[in-house]
């Protein structure tokens, strides 16, 4: 009888460790949960910035090339290393701290898209394709996504009918 109190103890010590190995188990598990919701919402605000800098790309677009410039916001290294964002912030948004950048536009190497009811003869009109960039970031969750986007802009005139 004089050694089960020795086991008594040792079995509340035991017993302690699993509760508290339970507990820092449980702990780890949450932090890590909200880390993974810290970057899903930080991933979400820098695609709501690139939705409005895609906006503003299509409503703002000119296919004249010298308005692609830094005067017009447009950022012209974004083929560097590090590239240097003209940073836009977003027309009446709620945080000052997600904005995005448009890449100067660059005209596309594939053909023009045929526009069907428009081809007359040998000539018609088509869509003039353009590819540009649109980076968003924000800066409370240190998160940024980049998309590239397809521009198509007419009606112009393609084929090899003069006019």
Not at 8 to 30: F, Q, T, W, Y
Not at 81 to 95: E, K, L, N, S
Request: proline share 6%; charged share 10%.
């Amino acid at each position: 009888m004089a050694n089960e109190k020795g086991f008594a103890l040792v079995a509340a010590i035991i017993a302690s460790l699993i509760l508290l190995a339970i507990g820092m188990l449980v702990i780890n598990l949450s932090t890590k949960d909200l880390r993974s919701s810290s970057v899903t919402v930080g991933h979400n605000k820098s695609l709501a910035a690139v939705e409005s800098g895609t906006h503003r790309l299509v409503q703002d677009f000119s296919p004249d090339s010298t308005t692609w410039t830094a005067a017009n916001n447009y950022t012209t290294n974004c083929t560097a290393a590090t590239p240097t964002y003209i940073w836009r912030a977003i027309a009446f948004g709620v945080d000052a701290n997600t904005q995005y950048a448009i890449c100067s536009p660059t005209t596309s190497n594939l053909p023009p898209v045929p526009i069907p009811g428009y081809a007359l003869g040998s000539g018609g009109w088509g869509m003039m394709r353009y590819n540009a960039r649109v980076v968003g970031k924000s800066d409370s969750y240190n998160a940024s996504v980049g998309v590239d986007v397809g521009i198509g802009y007419g009606p112009v005139p393609i084929g090899t009918s003069s006019r």
